[in-house]
């Protein structure tokens, strides 16, 4: 039986249960037989690996190495992988380079077949470095399999956090957040945003995401969220009007609750 964790209750009551149980019931994930046997085959031929090619050729490795970047949908997208792993992160004008999903970078750049005259793959402690991902992301996966709001917001917790930290223009953060499909919902959400946010021009949708962050956490920059408050603040948010939207249409009842709502988010 594969692992399926244990989420006893909706919304915000089942997501602070599943943080207070998190780190347990990541280490019950790992010690399956099923877990072990990836670790065990990823750390014993990942070294052995030459070329982007050699590895779209081993479904095992590559499915433990786009796994690890949340890419694991793309398996059967061979050429495409092929691609983005050959042309390396060091021309602008490369295949991941011009994606907006900058997961893609994040997998070329670790293995650096296009950028490194010897693959980073060769190197000690690469498995290390690629495995911890791999079991996180496969915990989200499966969390994602009960309640997909919940996979949304770990993502989230874990790459905006990691997003803010970083150097650069604020803006440039944001294109990041408006170019993942998990952080923008969770945004989007989060911010009342209407379904029909992602249709509109790419530089007004900027606009319009900092004018409501800045209204609900109080500035217009990723930067803030290094801010464990307000990280919080945005998972609890997101979570809450996740579920509203669930279970109410535009009736009398969801307009009660949202007005639930905005005094839980102030």
Same mark, same amino acid.
């Given at each position: 039986?594969?692992?399926?964790? !244990?989420? &006893? ?26 877990? /072990?046997?990836?670790?065990?085959y990823f750390r014993a031929n990942i ?16 499915? !433990? ?6 890419? #694991?949908?793309?398996? %059967? ?8 792993? #050959?042309?390396?992160?060091?021309? +602008?004008? $490369? ?11 994040? @997998?070329?750049a670790a293995f650096g077949f296009g950028?490194? @005259?010897? &693959?980073?793959? +060769? @190197? ?7 495995? &911890?991902?791999?079991?996180?992301? /496969? ?7 009960? %309640? ?34 998990? @952080? ?19 530089? /007004? ?8 962050? /800045? ?7 990723? $930067? ?19 579920e509203i939207g669930a279970v109410n $249409? ?14 839980? !988010?102030?």
């Amino acid at each position: 039986m594969s692992f399926q964790p !244990v989420i &006893p209750f909706s919304g915000y009551a089942g997501w602070a249960f599943l943080k207070r149980t998190m780190a347990t019931q990541q280490a019950t994930l790992d010690s399956t037989a099923a877990a /072990k046997r990836d670790e065990a085959y990823f750390r014993a031929n990942i070294g052995k690996i030459d070329s982007a090619e050699e590895l779209i050729a081993d479904r095992r490795l590559l499915s !433990v190495a786009l796994t690890a970047f949340g890419l #694991e949908s793309d398996i %059967n997208n061979k050429a495409f992988i092929r691609k983005v792993l #050959e042309d390396g992160t060091l021309d +602008k004008g $490369s295949l991941a380079n011009r994606l907006a999903n900058k997961q893609y970078q994040k @997998l070329s750049a670790a293995f650096g077949f296009g950028d490194q @005259l010897v &693959p980073l793959n +060769k @190197l000690s402690g690469f498995a290390d470095k690629i495995l &911890p991902q791999y079991s996180t992301q /496969k915990f989200e996966a499966a969390v994602g399999e009960q %309640n997909n709001e919940y996979r949304v917001a770990l993502n989230a917790e874990r790459e905006i956090a990691a997003l803010a930290t970083k150097t650069g223009s604020e803006d440039a953060k944001w294109y990041t957040v408006l170019g993942s499909s998990p @952080l923008r919902e969770a945004f989007q959400t989060a911010l009342g945003l209407p379904s029909s946010f992602a249709a509109i021009d790419l530089d /007004k949708q900027l606009e319009m995401i900092k004018v409501k962050a /800045k209204s609900v956490f109080g500035a217009d920059t990723i $930067s803030q969220f290094t801010d464990s408050a307000k990280m919080e603040k945005l998972v609890r948010t997101y979570i809450v009007r996740a579920e509203i939207g669930a279970v109410n $249409s535009g009736t009398s009842a969801g307009s009660a609750a949202l007005k639930l709502l905005s005094g839980l !988010v102030r």
